[in-house]
C-alpha cells in the first residue's frame, strides 16, 4: 500500500508541478536559449529537476499522512537516508545553481566529489569481495561520478534523459520486488513515479528540459541505487545496475574516448554522443529517442536475467552485452574508432612502436658517439630505408653521403637540419613512402645533433682531428 501511494502520488504531482514550474521560468526568462550545437529550436525552461525532486518529496509526505492508523514504516537500509539523502540535495543544489548561474565545470565537479565523498563515507559503498576499504570506497566514488555526469550527458535529446532514466529506475524497482527489497522499492517507487509524470510534459517535442538540477541529481541518486542493488546480489553484483545505465554510461565512455583520439579537451562540447550519431543516420529525433529506448530496454531484460543470481546467467549476459555493444558502436560509424581499427588492422601501431624502438636505439646511439665517424654508423641504419633516395652530412669539416639509385625519377622531398656553422643533415626520400624512423622526431634528432656537434667541436680529440 505504501508504496503504491508513493508511486501514484509522486506522478500526479509531477504531472500538476511540472507545468506549473514551467511557466513560471518561462516568465521570469530562466531558459535554455537554442544555438548551433543545440538540437532544441526555442527558449526551454529547465526546470524539470525542481519539479521531479519536488513530487518525490510531496509523495514521501502524503505516504505518511494517509498510512493506516498505527502502522509503523521501517526502512531496511537507512543508509539510503543517512547518506545517500543529504549527498542527494547537496548535488540537486550545485545542479540548481549551475541552472541559474551556469557554473564552471570544475565547481561542478567539485561538487559531486564532495558529495560522493559524503556518501561513501556514511556508508553508501560497495562491498567487493577481497578487496580492501579504500580501493571499494575509491571503485564507489568514481561509479557514483559516471552516473551522475553519464546521466547529464546524454541529456541532449527531447525525452532522452529522462527516458532513459525511468526505463534505469523501473528496472531497478523490478529486481526489488523479485528480491523482497521493501526497502530498495521504497527509495525506487517516487522516483518513477515522478520521471513517469515529467515524461509527459518532456517527450519529443519537450516544452521543458530536465536541466542539471534533473539529470545531476537524477544520475546519483541511480547510482546509489544500483550500489543497494549490488550488494544484495550474487554473483557480478555491479553487472545489473551498470546494465540498466549501459546507454549512458556507454556515452560517457565514447565521448572521453573520442575526444581523447582527437586530441583535444576532454569537456569540450561537440555533436558526436551516440544520439547525434543515430540522427546523422537519417532518423528523426521522435524515432531516435524510441530507438535508445528499445536499447534501454533489451539491457533492461539483460539486467533481469543477470538479477536471478546464477552463474551461467552471469556468463551469457555478460557475452551478449558485450557483443550488443560492438555492433552498435560499429553501426554508428565513429570515423575516431574507425580510425584505430584501421591502425590495429594495416600493422601501423606496431610499425610506430619499432619507429620509436628505432628512433630511442638512433638517440642513445649518437649520444654515446664519440667522433663525427661514429655518429654516421649510428645514421647509417636510417640509410637503410630503402624509400629514402639521399642522405648528407656534414659534422665538424667532414661529409658523408649515401644515395639510393633506385629511387630516380620519383618525386621526392628533402629536409635540412642546420647544425651550427658549416654543419647540417640533410636527407630527401620518395613522397610515396615518408621515411618514418627519423622524420616523425626530426626535432628530437636536431636537438642531439647539435649538441653532439658543439660537444665534438670543443672535445680535444676533434683539433687532433682537424691537424
Known amino acids: 500500500?505504501?508504496?503504491?501511494?508513493?508511486?501514484?502520488?509522486?506522478?500526479?504531482?509531477?504531472?500538476?508541478?511540472?507545468?506549473?514550474?514551467?511557466?513560471?521560468?518561462?516568465?521570469?526568462?530562466?531558459?535554455?536559449?537554442?544555438?548551433?550545437?543545440?538540437?532544441?529550436?526555442?527558449?526551454?525552461?529547465?526546470?524539470?529537476?525542481?519539479?521531479?525532486?519536488?513530487?518525490?518529496?510531496?509523495?514521501?509526505g502524503i505516504a505518511y499522512l494517509l498510512r493506516p492508523g498505527g502502522t509503523v514504516i521501517s526502512i531496511q537500509h537507512r543508509v539510503l537516508w543517512t547518506a545517500v539523502l543529504p549527498a542527494t540535495v547537496l548535488v540537486f543544489m550545485v545542479g540548481v545553481a549551475d541552472d541559474l548561474l551556469d557554473l564552471r565545470p570544475r565547481y561542478k565537479l567539485l561538487g559531486q566529489i564532495v558529495?560522493?565523498?559524503?556518501?561513501?563515507?556514511?556508508?553508501?559503498?560497495?562491498?567487493?569481495?577481497?578487496?580492501?576499504?579504500?580501493?571499494?570506497?575509491?571503485?564507489?566514488?568514481?561509479?557514483?561520478?559516471?552516473?551522475?555526469?553519464?546521466?547529464?550527458?546524454?541529456?541532449?535529446?527531447?525525452?532522452?534523459?529522462?527516458?532513459?532514466?525511468?526505463?534505469?529506475?523501473?528496472?531497478?524497482?523490478?529486481?526489488?520486488?523479485?528480491?523482497?527489497?521493501f526497502g530498495l522499492m521504497l527509495a525506487t517507487a517516487p522516483l518513477v513515479g515522478a520521471l513517469l509524470g515529467f515524461l509527459r510534459y518532456n517527450f519529443v517535442p519537450a516544452s521543458v528540459f530536465l536541466g542539471d538540477a534533473g539529470s545531476l541529481t537524477v544520475g546519483f541518486i541511480l547510482g546509489c541505487l544500483g550500489m543497494v542493488w549490488?550488494?544484495?546480489?550474487?554473483?557480478?553484483?555491479?553487472?545489473?545496475?551498470?546494465?540498466?545505465?549501459?546507454?549512458?554510461?556507454?556515452?560517457?565512455?565514447?565521448?572521453?574516448?573520442?575526444?581523447?583520439?582527437?586530441?583535444?579537451?576532454?569537456?569540450?562540447?561537440?555533436?558526436?554522443?551516440?544520439?547525434?550519431?543515430?540522427?546523422?543516420?537519417?532518423?528523426?529525433?521522435?524515432?531516435?529517442?524510441?530507438?535508445?529506448?528499445?536499447?534501454?530496454?533489451?539491457?533492461?531484460?539483460?539486467?533481469?536475467?543477470?538479477?536471478?543470481?546464477?552463474?551461467?546467467?552471469?556468463?551469457?549476459?555478460?557475452?551478449?552485452?558485450?557483443?550488443i555493444i560492438l555492433l552498435g558502436v560499429h553501426r554508428l560509424e565513429y570515423v575516431e574508432f574507425q580510425a584505430v581499427r584501421e591502425v590495429l588492422q594495416n600493422g601501423t601501431l606496431r610499425n610506430i612502436v619499432a619507429d620509436e624502438i628505432n628512433m630511442q636505439e638512433l638517440r642513445n646511439a649518437l649520444l654515446s658517439a664519440s667522433s663525427a665517424e661514429e655518429c654516421w654508423r649510428a645514421l647509417s641504419r636510417v640509410c637503410e630505408d630503402p624509400h629514402l633516395s639521399e642522405v648528407t652530412m656534414q659534422m665538424v669539416g667532414l661529409e658523408f653521403k649515401h644515395i639510393n639509385e633506385t629511387l630516380h625519377g620519383e618525386p621526392t622531398?628533402?629536409?635540412?637540419?642546420?647544425?651550427?656553422?658549416?654543419?647540417?643533415?640533410?636527407?630527401?626520400?620518395?613522397?610515396?613512402?615518408?621515411?618514418?624512423?627519423?622524420?616523425?622526431?626530426?626535432?628530437?634528432?636536431?636537438?642531439?645533433?647539435?649538441?653532439?656537434?658543439?660537444?665534438?667541436?670543443?672535445?680535444?680529440?676533434?683539433?687532433?682531428?682537424?691537424?
Open 413 to 467: 622531398y628533402s629536409v635540412f637540419l642546420p647544425l651550427g656553422e658549416g654543419n647540417g643533415l640533410a636527407l630527401s626520400g620518395s613522397l610515396r613512402h615518408p621515411p618514418r624512423a627519423m622524420t616523425t622526431r626530426l626535432h628530437q634528432l636536431h636537438v642531439v645533433l647539435r649538441e653532439k656537434v658543439q660537444a665534438l667541436e670543443n672535445g680535444p680529440h676533434i683539433v687532433k682531428q682537424a691537424a
Open 115 to 181: 558529495a560522493s565523498a559524503f556518501a561513501v563515507s556514511m556508508g553508501a559503498h560497495l562491498t567487493l569481495p577481497h578487496v580492501p576499504f579504500w580501493l571499494n570506497a575509491a571503485i564507489s566514488m568514481i561509479w557514483l561520478l559516471a552516473c551522475t555526469n553519464a546521466v547529464n550527458l546524454i541529456d541532449g535529446m527531447d525525452g532522452l534523459a529522462s527516458g532513459v532514466s525511468l526505463l534505469a529506475a523501473g528496472t531497478t524497482f523490478v529486481v526489488a520486488l523479485m528480491h523482497g527489497n
Open 1 to 60: 500500500m505504501v508504496i503504491a501511494t508513493l508511486f501514484f502520488s509522486s506522478c500526479l504531482v509531477s504531472l500538476l508541478v511540472t507545468p506549473a514550474i514551467r511557466d513560471l521560468f518561462l516568465k521570469w526568462g530562466l531558459v535554455d536559449l537554442p544555438d548551433e550545437r543545440k538540437l532544441h529550436t526555442h527558449p526551454t525552461p529547465r526546470s524539470g529537476g525542481i519539479a521531479i525532486m519536488l513530487s518525490c518529496a510531496v509523495s514521501f
Open 230 to 323: 549490488s550488494t544484495h546480489t550474487v554473483g557480478l553484483g555491479l553487472l545489473g545496475p551498470l546494465l540498466t545505465l549501459a546507454l549512458p554510461l556507454l556515452d560517457v565512455t565514447l565521448a572521453i574516448s573520442r575526444r581523447y583520439l582527437r586530441r583535444v579537451p576532454i569537456t569540450k562540447a561537440d555533436r558526436g554522443h551516440i544520439h547525434h550519431r543515430i540522427l546523422a543516420l537519417g532518423f528523426s529525433t521522435r524515432h531516435a529517442t524510441l530507438i535508445l529506448y528499445g536499447c534501454c530496454l533489451v539491457f533492461a531484460c539483460l539486467a533481469l536475467m543477470q538479477s536471478l543470481g546464477r552463474r551461467e546467467f552471469d556468463i551469457i549476459t555478460l557475452a551478449l552485452f558485450v557483443i
